[in-house]
Structures are given as structure tokens and as C-alpha cells.
């Protein structure tokens, strides 16, 4: 004879639907965090490579002002 499950178990139906719904929500926040683990890295990365990137610019341009700068003093310092 087949004992029915909330009777066997001694468990009430708001105990499936409460375990249910928290098992509902885990895989949920596990799937957007497989998505967005992910993308804040990558998104990262090319920040930081877009910045290494702007501060290489920023090399050459201060270098090359400072070049200028030492020419136009030696320039003055010709006559």
C-alpha cells in the first residue's frame, strides 16, 4: 500500500513549496553569476588595458614636450 508523501514524511506542503522556491532562487543567482563573473572581468581587462594604453600616450606626449622644451632652451642658450 502506497502511504501518501506529506503523511510518510510528516512534512506539510509548505515545506516543498518553501524548498522548492529556495532552490528556484539558488539557481537563479547561480546562473547570473556565471553570466556576470564573467563580464566584469572582461570588462575590466579592457579597461585597464584602454588606460594602460592612455597612460603610454601621455608618456609620449610629456616626452616629447619636454624635447621641445629642451631644444627651444638650448636654442637660447646658443645666443
Do not use: W
Not at 532552490?23 to 572582461?42: E, K, M, N, R
Amino acid at each position: 500500500m502506497m502511504k501518501d508523501k506529506l503523511y510518510k514524511t510528516h512534512h506539510k506542503a509548505a515545506y516543498y513549496i518553501t524548498r522548492k522556491t529556495i532552490i528556484g532562487v539558488l539557481c537563479a543567482f547561480s546562473l547570473v553569476a556565471a553570466i556576470v563573473v564573467p563580464t566584469y572581468i572582461s570588462i575590466k581587462a579592457k579597461d585597464n588595458k584602454t588606460a594602460g594604453l592612455a597612460q603610454e600616450e601621455s608618456k609620449e606626449t610629456s616626452s616629447e614636450n619636454e624635447e621641445s622644451e629642451n631644444s627651444e632652451y638650448e636654442e637660447y642658450n646658443d645666443q
